[in-house]
């Protein structure tokens, strides 16, 4: 598997003190999902783009998500 790398983080004008991380990355062959994160710094909004970024990649569900749209196709990173 190919090295991941967080795209740059950026601070909107509406959101201070909030760093963003928005990528999309490829799944598969045709797949592809966009991954959205935040953080208080730059390190950290990367860190856990890349986080879920490797938890997409492996096809775990989120902490958060429910079990039901789990199952039901609605897991979303």
Known sequence: M???HA????????RVG?????????LGTGRSRRI??????KREAQDRWIEKANR???ELPEPT???AAYKI???HV
């Open 65 to 67: 998500m429910s079990a």
């Open 18 to 26: 909030v760093w963003t991380c928005d990528g999309k990355m490829q």
């Open 7 to 14: 795209p740059k983080p950026y601070q909107r004008k509406d």
């Open 73 to 75: 196709g609605r897991a």
């Open 2 to 4: 190919r090295a991941l």
């Open 36 to 41: 959205i994160a935040n953080g208080t710094t």
């Open 56 to 58: 997409a990649r492996q």
